[in-house]
């Protein structure tokens, strides 16, 4: 017998196992020499998007990090160079709100009491508090980058960066400041992106109360043939009743029919198609069609706003008389409301382009907190707008001016950093031209392939095509300052735009005052010396070009995305520095985000990369879903609605998880609803059985075999068949991970794994055990054929593979091989063929024993077997594994198949067969002889005996036919039994009573 390792004894600790190859790695620098390895050959360049520091890491980064990992280590076998460095958000909103609560502070009001200095330094010092238990997730994942040498948003280098990609758009002509309706966020008192709030799910549903509002129209005003009375109203509807103290304007559709009615001695117009909305009987008065509205006066609903802006110097009197009029617009319908818009000029998008289109009244209604001005009567000033709905609502009933009010189910948005309702609002601000530019994003995004491919003209190409003018401006002060200086001279408001650190040193008037421990005549300057924050950024003056008067920088930031946006160039301080490398490295070879980022980060890394470079960013993009809790919902901490990931990792693996993701729709742009189950499946029908896998070859194995295909003798057909399926299904992975698809490639390796254990392994064991040269050759195919499975798992399950691995080959590490390439050897497809229709046979006959009550222990004589549309018989050993496997003593080919009581009969597409059922004496004793060997081999395995240990055999039974069986037909040799005898009186090692075929029998073993 070849001599044997000792067997692996219980379920193997997958959690130690993998911190002990994490302290290999670390020890033995494997990461780092798989970097010397490929130094010097083709890179593949990878971009990793900076996450935020303010949060512990969740599934959704877990899920971020694998996938970047496996290509990454994928890659790197393929023999590419793949630098991986990690990279900090610094900047925005989420720090700026973690500061205002540890600082016990809330608004900019506060923050500038204290001080935007103390308040800048707090976020700076705050921003990477997680980042230390980042990098304990990042390293426990297996993820290899290079952590600490990462790259910062906050350092001046970066920003200096982004402030060079400012300016090239500047020059191009696509930046300009205007006033647009933008979602405003009262508490943190800035704009925030339409994309910002859609990526991370803000909008909520909530239930709130709509109004159909009666707007009295003045009389005398002659539509079509009829004149209004003192009681005609323009019926209108409203989710956000909020507004209509601003009313400026009513719209209606040209070519929709409206219709006059007469109700409880008021008439009411609104559309034809709307008329449901009204409540009793009424008499229609007359039809007509919208444009014979356009002009109407009506009266305001609310006069102090009237009032207010005749008072108001930059309100003109052409303005005023366009004020409370009925206009014409084609964002009318009649889908929902009356076919009659309620207009306010300052808080929605369309209002505000109508109210510019007419020349309207464009006066602010609310403050920078959303509450009400001083200009508005007592009840609503410094009121809360989203606090006002049941105030004007009250006030426009005792007026009479309500119709009818109901309740409303609609999304509403929120901020997603601090939760507060938005609202609409019309903003100064400053945008990059996206209209100019679109039909060059769409076709550079022809160049880039998408996965899942449906993205590419879908959702990214359409958010693309309706995406409005990039605000690139925040009201804030944590984040790259905006580089832009105005002339204060007020005949003049000349702007410029700075681009690097020198320029504003030669063109500022008082740079060393602001940063006097600057030393800008050192050769070894250093540009982190430079605070580029506010607020001393904000102190220094530039020499106006045009008239020679003082410039100040302008008090916006820069939105954080554009941070995001330069990261292939900032994260190299390009062009400063860097330029050969950064020519190198761009565009990426791979990215990889969850869908939101197809609206955020991919699509502003490739607004700035088609400005600045003419090129798309990256040229493949791999697009996750989200990952849910298991019953759909938002993952939440407070709801305690997911299982930590830490217990997860510990109990399963990290194997285990990256594996269920890898394969999980998840990676199709799907979400997924996180199930603990699934990745307690994967760590029991991958995990444990490739382990089992391999402790059953260590057990026959001793030495290390690096074994490689052209060494493999294939005489035996399940050796021809377990290689030529793993040739197969090696391309199959190969291919699929060309294609960034893991999902199926996961899939055809675990299908392989289950294949190599339940089929080879069960059907090649007796032939292992031998110490002949059949058995040498075929444990050396299972050496190949495990080395190479761990090699296709090894992006996925880098720890179980490399700890396999190791042992099987004695190589130093699976991350340092090369993916072997296996394009050239011929796959038996006859003999896969073969074997499929083998597998098809097994399992009718062994559905059709289950059906006639006879178990597989017990012999039959024989089965016979039709293959429908093939040639050719199968090879005898092909036929003496199905007779193996049905426990059947004759398997045969047959044209026809028999028929009689002793024949059942079943078939498939493929196959018919027919099993001879008669159980004769002799084949009955058999069965009972294969009973008993069950029987010894279940105590030996609760006795803890080893494979090949031998015992004494020792045996009482009133039964002749089990006595028979136990001393004529029994299996010595595959139970290591050395002999086998009748006693009561042995004191044995380990006992048992049995009942067999209804039969009692004692038996107990005696280690020799």
């Known amino acids: ?152 948003t906050m350092d001046t280098s970066y920003m200096e960066s982004v402030w060079w990609g400012i300016k090239q758009i500047w020059e ?84 929709i029919n409206y219709i006059l009615v007469e109700q409880n001695g008021e008439r009411y117009i609104l559309a034809k198609d709307r008329l449901n909305v009204l409540e009793g009987e009424y008499e229609t008065i007359a039809e007509f069609p919208g444009r014979s509205l356009a002009g109407l006066q009506y009266e305001p609903l609310y006069p102090f706003f009237a009032e207010y802006l005749k008072t108001n110097p930059e309100v003109s009197p052409e303005q005023l008389s366009h004020l409370h009029r009925v206009y014409l617009a084609d964002f009318v319908t009649t889908t929902d409301g009356t076919g009659i818009v309620h207009n306010a000029a300052m808080y929605g998008e369309e209002d505000y382009q109508l109210a510019r289109e007419k020349d309207l009244p464009r006066v602010d209604m609310l403050d920078h907190k959303g509450q009400y001005l001083d200009y508005a009567p007592e009840n609503l000033k410094g009121v809360f707008f989203k606090d006002a709905d049941k105030i004007v609502l009250k006030e426009l009933r005792d007026k009479g001016l309500v119709y009818r009010t109901e309740n409303y189910l609609h999304s509403y948005p929120h901020c997603y950093r601090c939760g507060t309702p938005l609202f609409y609002n019309a903003l100064p601000a400053w945008f990059v031209n996206i209209q100019k530019i679109k039909p060059k994003l769409l076709g550079l995004n022809e160049n880039i392939n998408w996965y899942p491919e449906y993205l590419k003209r879908g959702r990214f190409a359409k958010s693309m095509e309706q995406a409005p003018d990039w605000n690139i401006s925040r009201n804030r002060y944590w984040a790259t300052a905006l580089p832009f200086w105005k002339c204060a001279e007020a005949s003049c408001r000349h702007t410029t735009c700075v681009g690097s650190v020198s320029e504003l040193m ?79 490295r761009f565009p990426a070879d791979f990215v990889a985000e969850y869908i939101a980022q197809t609206r955020a980060w991919f699509y502003v890394m490739h607004v700035v990369s088609t400005i600045l470079f003419d090129k798309q960013p990256f040229n493949n993009v791999v697009t996750t879903g989200t990952i849910l809790a298991e019953d759909g919902s938002k993952m939440s901490k407070s709801k305690g609605n997911f299982p930590d990931p830490w217990l997860v990792m510990e109990k399963y693996g990290v194997d285990a998880l990256r594996f269920y993701l890898m394969s999980s729709p998840v990676m199709n742009a799907d979400d997924v609803d996180f199930s603990e189950k699934s990745v307690q ?96 050759q075929s444990l050396l195919v299972l050496g190949f054929a495990i080395s190479e499975t761990a090699k296709m798992l090894a992006p996925f399950m880098p720890f179980l593979a490399d700890y396999i691995y190791k042992d099987v080959t004695g190589n130093e ?8 390439d296996l394009s050239a050897p011929a796959v038996d497809t006859a003999i896969l063929e073969d074997m499929a229709l083998v597998k098809e046979v097994v399992e009718l006959g062994l559905s059709l024993r289950k059906e006639k ?156």
């Open 1 to 152: 017998m070849v001599d044997q390792k000792p067997q692996q004894s219980g379920i193997p600790n997958f959690n130690k196992l993998e911190q002990n190859i994490l302290k290999f790695w670390d020890e033995n620098k494997i990461f780092e020499k798989s970097l010397d390895k490929t130094r010097d050959k083709e890179p593949y360049i990878f971009y990793d998007g900076p996450p935020f520091a303010t949060g512990l890491p969740h599934y959704g980064h877990i899920l971020g990090s694998t996938v970047k990992d496996v290509f990454g280590r994928y890659q790197t076998m393929k023999g590419r160079y793949v630098r991986r460095r990690w990279g900090w958000d610094c900047h925005g909103l989420p720090i700026e709100n973690i500061v205002e609560q540890h600082l016990k502070i809330s608004g900019k009001k506060q923050i500038e009491e204290i001080g935007i200095d103390r308040f800048n330094k707090v976020c700076r010092d705050n921003v990477l508090n997680f980042a230390n238990e980042w990098g304990k997730t990042v390293r426990r994942m297996g993820r290899w980058v290079e952590f600490e040498n990462s790259y910062k």
């Open 681 to 776: 499946e994967v760590n029991r029908k991958v995990s444990l059985i490739l382990y089992n896998v391999w402790s059953f070859y260590r057990m026959y194995q001793k030495a290390a075999s690096d074994a490689k295909y052209e060494d493999l003798k294939l005489d035996h057909v399940l050796d021809k068949w377990i290689v030529s399926l793993l040739i197969k299904t090696q391309r199959e992975v190969t291919k699929q991970m060309d294609n960034y698809n893991t999902v199926r490639a996961s899939r055809a390796i675990a299908e392989f794994i289950t294949e190599l254990s339940t089929w080879y392994v069960r059907r090649s064991r007796e032939r292992m055990k031998r110490d002949d040269e059949a058995a040498k």
């Open 853 to 1008: 009550n006879l178990k597989v222990r017990q012999p039959l004589a024989g089965l016979q077997v039709k293959f429908i549309g093939k040639k050719g018989e199968l090879d005898p050993e092909i036929l003496k594994i199905v007779a193996e496997e049905l426990n059947v003593y004759q398997v045969s080919q047959a044209d026809e198949l028999p028929k009689g009581e002793n024949w059942a009969v079943k078939d498939s597409l493929r196959v018919k067969i027919a099993l001879d059922t008669l159980l004769t004496d002799e084949l009955k004793a058999e069965g009972l002889a294969r009973d008993l060997e069950r029987l010894v081999q279940d105590l030996r395995k609760k006795s803890g005996l080893t494979v090949g240990e031998l015992v004494d055999l020792y045996y009482n039974t009133a039964d002749e036919k089990v006595e028979d069986a136990l001393l004529g037909r029994f299996d010595r040799k595959k139970t290591f039994v050395n002999q086998i005898s009748k006693s009561l009186e042995v004191e044995a090692d380990f006992e048992t009573q049995g009942v067999v075929d209804g039969k009692a029998v004692w038996v107990g073993l005696v280690k020799i």
């Open 172 to 255: 191009k002509g696509l930046i300009y400041e205007d006033r647009k309706v933008l979602l405003y966020c009262s508490r943190c008192e800035t704009p925030i992106s339409n994309f910002e709030v859609a990526m991370d799910n803000s909008y909520r549903d909530i239930t709130e109360e709509s109004v159909y509002v009666k707007f009295k129209l003045l009389p005398r005003q002659r539509i079509v043939n009829d004149l209004t009375n003192d009681k005609t109203y323009a019926l209108a509807w409203t989710t956000t009743p909020w507004t209509l103290p601003g009313n400026t304007s009513l719209n209606v559709g040209a070519d």
């Open 813 to 820: 590490s699976v991350h340092l091989s090369d993916w072997t």
């Open 506 to 584: 030669e063109r500022s008037v008082n740079f060393q005052e602001v940063y006097p421990a600057a030393d800008v005549r050192s050769n070894s300057f250093n540009i982190e010396s430079i605070d580029l924050h506010k607020p001393y950024i904000d102190q220094v003056k530039l020499k106006c070009e045009k008239c020679g008067g003082e410039m100040t920088r302008v008090n916006e930031v820069v939105d954080c995305w554009v941070e995001s946006a330069s990261m292939p160039f900032a994260e190299l301080h390009y062009p400063f520095e860097n330029r050969e490398l950064f020519q190198q």
